[in-house]
């Protein structure tokens, strides 16, 4: 039987630098945060146009998927970033991703909030739903800011 030529030797993934392994966790958290609004947009245009049960809960889990996978990822940055400051040429990048974790951040919390708020929705008044309107209104806020802080870091980052 003739012999197979072995395989090359595998080379090893060059090693990356701490800024380098940070700047990969911000890129995926943009990209999460920027899936995350385009499915909170869909899911609010899928509540006005459709009265289909299988789409509406089928948007709702998409979003639920992203809003719990932008909660991983802000805690991946938040470990990866915790020792790490860029200086030079990698502060503007830097600068714009703290700011995105920030707002995912914020955006998380408010969110977390509508959703505690609305399972208290049992026992209500008219100042409850008031209170209730509040939380919905500062979620969407959040979620503008962290769609804006993406955008900011999207910019400095033109191969994303």
């Excluded at 990969?24 to 943009?30: M, S, T």
Aim: glycine share 6%; proline share 6%; with cysteine.
């Amino acid at each position: 039987m003739p012999k197979r030529k072995a395989p090359p030797p595998r080379t090893s993934a060059p090693v990356r630098s701490p800024v380098e392994v940070v700047r990969d966790g911000a890129d995926a958290l943009y990209r999460a945060a920027d899936e995350c609004c385009y499915q909170h947009d869909r899911i609010s245009n899928v509540f006005a146009k459709s009265a289909v049960e299988i789409e509406l809960l089928a948007a709702q889990k998409s979003c639920e998927l992203c809003d719990r996978t932008l909660r991983a990822l802000v805690e991946a940055y938040e470990t990866a970033s915790a020792q790490v400051h860029p200086t030079g040429k990698d502060e503007g990048w830097w600068k714009s991703a703290n700011a995105l974790w920030l707002a995912s951040r914020e955006f998380l919390r408010r969110h977390k909030g509508c959703d505690v708020s609305t399972r208290q929705l049992k026992e209500h008044g008219p100042e409850k739903l008031g209170s209730l309107h509040a939380e919905y209104e500062l979620e969407a806020s959040a979620l503008l800011g962290m769609r804006h802080a993406a955008d900011a870091y999207r910019k400095g980052r033109p191969g994303l």
